[in-house]
């Protein structure tokens, strides 16, 4: 694993796309995805208010990282570091930028922020997961149970993102289309997107060769 400038700067390019995407969904009450879900509802039992997400996330990531440790270290590296550090900040700043573009509160605008969010997300997990610094905290989690099970990643993400719902629901989180829409796409789609990202990294390394 190689880790340079570039990458890092790329990185942090995806944590960005995510931070704004939850944001986004969040700000459109159409529902969380299966992991902003658990942010809200950690948020909800705290009684803690919608601007404060960023923070919960904070909360909720550090906590993660620990168990994470434990049950998968090799999947802890400073990437994760990388992720966890301007999440909340990232989070925050999509709320705001919310908050500036989109005035009107219409049916159609929300659907198509949360549509614009759904899609941050996909490409920035999928960008963050291509320049293989480490993982997020829920992504590691799924690698681990990916590996000890000895399952394809996108079964296991589905399971798993169902699974966050199920909690995030039960502590009080949102829940909507936007929820059910991500739970059933998201490990399809940044299997995909990584692995197309991945291709044209590869592509470039080739061609960077040949000159």
């Given at each position: ?59 909720v990531n550090f906590s ?72 997020d905290p829920f992504t ?72």
């Amino acid at each position: 694993m190689k880790i340079n400038f570039t990458k890092i700067l790329l990185a942090l390019l995806g944590i960005f796309f995510i931070g704004v995407g939850v944001a986004f969904n969040a700000a459109t009450q159409l529902g969380n995805d299966p992991i902003a879900i658990i942010y809200d509802g950690v948020r909800n039992v705290l009684n803690l208010t919608g601007s404060q997400l960023g923070l919960v996330s904070n909360m909720v990531n550090f906590s993660l990282i620990a168990l994470l440790f434990f049950i998968g270290r090799r999947y802890v590296n400073i990437g994760t570091l990388i992720y966890i550090l301007p999440f909340g900040l990232f989070v925050n700043i999509g709320t705001l930028i919310y908050k500036t573009i989109f005035i009107s509160n219409s049916s159609l605008i929300r659907i198509a922020t949360g549509l614009i969010g759904t899609l941050l997300i996909y490409v920035g997990v999928s960008i963050f997961i291509a320049m293989d610094m480490g993982l997020d905290p829920f992504t590691g989690i799924v690698m681990v149970i990916r590996d000890k099970l000895n399952l394809d990643y996108k079964k296991v993400k589905i399971v798993f993102d169902v699974t966050l719902v199920i909690i995030g629901v039960l502590l009080g989180g949102k829940i909507g289309i936007i929820t059910i829409f991500t739970a059933l796409t998201a490990g399809p789609c940044i299997q995909w997107i990584t692995g197309f990202i991945n291709s044209r990294l590869l592509l470039l390394k080739w061609t960077k060769l040949s000159l």
